[in-house]
């Protein structure tokens, strides 16, 4: 049934979702706002997702949704995929945990190694959180200098060097319960400045490290300048400073050895989670051997205790977590899942801003590889998308412009289309994405414009 008021939308997605309704009540009495992540948190209710398989997944009313969350990024070869899932199992009947080295381990660093082209050593982490908080504190021991340089909107992980100026406090002040020092250590630079760069790197001696998304903030919600990378890798060479990517997204889904082998720009640390943990929880820190040998215990009580960097992690490299990487990883490697993820996600991106143009709506639907975005055009002017990758379009309207109200009405509009995606807004594209896929959401898309007005 067609409505034309928009407070319609949520009140169709509140009668489709009757047992995600009773769920949520349950847990706002146990989780602080009812979520146990910020990005699932929807109003009126989020969504309460029983099974997934495939690019598809299923909730607890029975309803089937084309899936473009991916486990949070994690699962490029979508829910569930046979040989991942025959891997575990064999680890299952094996061992969950040995609190020991074993050779799974091994392999799985091997195989990191053969394809990122930074990895000389790999050091195995619990989350992409992790990698990035060790990477850093690999970068002020190795260096012997106090801060780091990021830019505006590029996301890190939630430790306290990293958890502001993302989606919000871009002008300096300080997120509640971090401390005005730790802050203080990350200096933070407009996205795509490299003049801005290049000034705080003379500005500040003692800058350990430049940290950057490689594709631009969230998987190119704000797109990188073309040759961006290079100059980045070349000013920081210049200036004794390390450069490490946060390919959390990008590892293993640009390309087989993340963005920089796809843009010949080796950093001197990468850090990895999502896909390479087959979407079990992980991560890791990559780099260069003399970095990374920063960990190594040596029989020098002096080194011990004054240089090196201890890392400890109750699940680092855990058995079952490793079964899945490995096999995510030599399917990555050996097929061509990346291009079929990246082929849906390009026909994806043309569907939606057909649909756009039909509706007669001013958005847009842009992007890379296999990621889409969502631009709303806050204020309604008239923009190309080679605006966006012109970098014409002011990052705080890609990313954060969008009212959060739109965002709530725009994800449940598309529920109920049978779609769901990240409140960016936006989403990833998995390798067995089909065209059917893509034509309900297309579909789901119109059927939204069309209830918002």
């Known amino acids: 049934m067609r409505m034309t008021?928009?407070?319609?939308?949520?009140?169709?997605?509140?009668?489709?979702?009757?047992?995600?309704?009773?769920?949520?009540?349950?847990?706002?009495?146990?989780?602080?706002?009812?979520v146990t992540h910020d990005t699932r948190y929807l109003q009126p209710h989020p969504l309460y997702i029983e099974r997934a398989g495939g690019a598809r997944k299923w909730d607890v009313d029975g309803n089937e949704y084309v899936d473009y969350i991916g486990g949070h990024g994690a699962l490029l070869l979508g829910h569930n995929h046979p040989v991942v899932i025959e891997a575990v199992r064999e680890q299952l009947a094996k061992g969950t945990h040995f609190g020991a080295a074993h050779e799974l381990e091994v392999r799985w660093g091997e195989q990191i190694q053969?394809?990122?082209?930074?990895?000389?050593?790999?050091?195995?982490?619990?989350s992409g959180t992790e990698s990035t908080l060790l990477a850093i504190r690999l970068a002020r021991a190795f260096t012997g200098k106090k801060k780091i340089a990021r830019f505006t909107g590029h996301f890190h992980g939630w430790h306290d060097q990293v958890a502001f100026g993302v989606s919000s406090h871009f002008d300096?002040?300080?997120?509640?319960?971090?401390?005005?020092?730790?802050?203080?250590?990350?200096?933070?630079?407009?996205?795509?400045?490299?003049?801005?760069?290049?000034?705080?790197?003379?500005?500040?001696?003692?800058?350990?490290?430049?940290?950057?998304?490689?594709?631009?903030?969230?998987?190119?919600?704000?797109?990188?300048?073309?040759?961006?990378?290079?100059?980045?890798?070349q000013l920081t060479t210049r200036k004794n400073v390390l450069l490490i990517f946060d390919e959390v997204i990008t590892g293993f889904r640009v390309s087989p050895g993340g963005a920089q082998q796809r843009y010949g720009v080796t950093p001197d640390l990468a850090t990895l989670a999502k896909i390479i943990a087959?979407?079990?929880?992980?991560?890791?820190?990559?780099?260069?051997?003399?970095?990374?040998?920063?960990?190594?215990?040596?029989?020098?009580r002096d080194w011990n205790l004054r240089h090196r960097v201890p890392h400890q992690g109750t699940f680092n490299a855990n058995p079952i977590t490793a079964a899945a990487g490995l096999a995510t990883l030599k399917l990555v490697a050996e097929t061509d899942?990346?291009?079929?993820?990246?082929?849906?996600?390009?026909?994806?991106?043309?569907?939606?801003?057909?649909?756009?143009?039909?509706?007669?709506?001013?958005w847009l639907a842009?992007?890379?590889?296999?990621?889409?975005?969502?631009?709303?055009?806050?204020?309604?002017?008239?923009?190309?998308?080679?605006?966006?990758?012109?970098?014409?379009?002011?990052?705080?309207?890609?990313?954060?412009?969008?009212?959060?109200?739109?965002?709530?009405?725009?994800?449940?509009?598309?529920?109920?289309?049978?779609?769901?995606?990240?409140?960016?807004?936006?989403?990833?594209?998995?390798?067995?994405?089909?065209?059917?896929?893509?034509?309900?959401?297309?579909?789901?898309?119109?059927?939204?414009?069309?209830l918002l007005g």
């Open 5 to 34: 008021s928009k407070n319609s939308i949520l009140e169709q997605y509140i009668a489709k979702t009757p047992g995600s309704q009773r769920l949520y009540r349950r847990a706002i009495e146990i989780f602080p706002g009812g």
């Open 114 to 126: 053969k394809m990122v082209p930074c990895a000389q050593k790999v050091r195995f982490t619990g």
């Open 172 to 233: 300096g002040s300080v997120p509640a319960g971090i401390l005005p020092e730790v802050a203080a250590s990350a200096l933070v630079c407009p996205p795509n400045d490299l003049p801005m760069l290049s000034q705080l790197l003379d500005e500040h001696d003692d800058v350990a490290a430049v940290i950057l998304e490689p594709t631009g903030a969230t998987f190119g919600l704000v797109p990188l300048a073309d040759g961006f990378l290079a100059k980045v890798r």
């Open 278 to 300: 087959g979407g079990f929880p992980g991560g890791a820190v990559a780099g260069r051997a003399d970095v990374m040998d920063v960990m190594t215990l040596r029989d020098d």
């Open 337 to 362: 899942a990346i291009e079929q993820a990246n082929r849906a996600a390009e026909l994806l991106r043309d569907r939606l801003n057909d649909v756009i143009r039909e509706v007669g709506s001013s």
């Open 366 to 450: 842009y992007g890379e590889f296999s990621g889409f975005h969502l631009f709303t055009n806050p204020q309604q002017r008239t923009v190309r998308l080679a605006d966006i990758y012109a970098g014409a379009v002011p990052a705080e309207e890609l990313k954060g412009g969008t009212p959060p109200a739109l965002i709530h009405e725009l994800r449940c509009g598309l529920i109920l289309g049978g779609v769901d995606i990240f409140p960016w807004p936006g989403g990833v594209v998995s390798s067995v994405h089909r065209e059917e896929d893509i034509e309900t959401t297309a579909r789901a898309l119109k059927a939204c414009l069309q």
